[in-house]
């Protein structure tokens, strides 16, 4: 069975520059899986950060951005701000209308 | 904007039932799929169900294949979920979500399921 995989930790310092990874246990991520990221804190439903691998939600800041490395889809944090500490998910589109989700990644920053 | 707002979530013993909806505003509900996706207490997130718009395509996780049913009324906007012989690992806050490939998910708030004699 594919399982999307995730770094289980990430730590970033205040102003830096992180990449988060979303893989698959066997193939490679590519646009056609439409991955998306979404961000959740504590106590709260997750936030949709990018879409479509690449697309910014409205309301999000330009440094949040998504994009294709190698066989993972990437979100990539820059300028890292302490209120960017949270969970981080990838989710990717099967078919069918299944989608997968990944492990999440606990991003801590300081 | 897209809102969802879910109900129906509560305390229900071991084998119980229950019906969560989900109200749909701010998009042409009828256009869209929708689906279910939940979290455990402290873990990730887990898709549960789909439902296409017209609901001719509908499909589930093998951890709730044959005990819960989705189903919609796009004249009323609303999505449901019909839970039964729930067991203890259902536990989990339940989100109802606008699931399109190209958009991604939009998010309602959740409701919460427990599970516990």
């Known amino acids: 069975q594919t399982v999307v995989t995730q770094e289980p930790s990430f730590s970033v310092s205040p102003g830096g520059t992180v990449t988060l990874t979303c893989g698959l246990s066997?193939?490679?991520?590519?646009?056609?899986?439409?991955p998306s990221w979404y961000q959740q804190t504590p106590g709260q439903a997750p936030r949709t950060l990018i879409y479509?691998?690449?697309t910014r939600s409205s309301g999000v800041p330009d440094r949040f951005s998504g994009s294709i490395l190698g066989n993972k889809a990437a979100h990539t944090i820059t300028g890292a701000q302490t209120d960017d500490e949270s969970d981080y998910y990838c989710?990717?589109?099967?078919?069918?209308?299944?989608?997968?989700f990944g492990g999440g990644t606990k991003l801590t920053v300081l | 904007q897209v809102q969802l707002v879910e109900s129906g979530g509560g305390l229900v013993k071991p084998g119980g039932s229950l019906r969560l909806s989900c109200v749909a505003s701010?998009?042409?509900?009828?256009?869209?799929?929708m689906t279910w996706i939940r979290q455990a207490p402290g873990k990730g997130l887990e898709w549960v169900s789909y439902?296409?718009?017209?609901?001719?395509?509908?499909n589930y996780a093998d951890s709730v294949k044959g005990r819960f049913t989705v189903s919609r009324d796009n004249g009323k906007n609303s999505l449901y979920l019909e839970m039964n012989s729930l067991r203890a690992e259902d536990t989990a806050t339940y989100y109802c979500?606008?699931?399109?490939?190209?958009?991604?998910?939009?998010w309602g708030q959740g409701t919460l399921v427990t599970v516990s004699s």
């Open positions: 979500a606008r699931a399109t490939r190209g958009l991604g998910l939009n």
């Open positions: 701010g998009f042409t509900f009828s256009d869209y799929f």
């Open positions: 439902i296409s718009s017209g609901s001719s395509t509908i």
């Open positions: 066997s193939g490679s991520v590519s646009t056609s899986y439409f």
């Open positions: 479509n691998t690449n």
């Open positions: 989710v990717l589109y099967m078919v069918s209308g299944i989608w997968m």
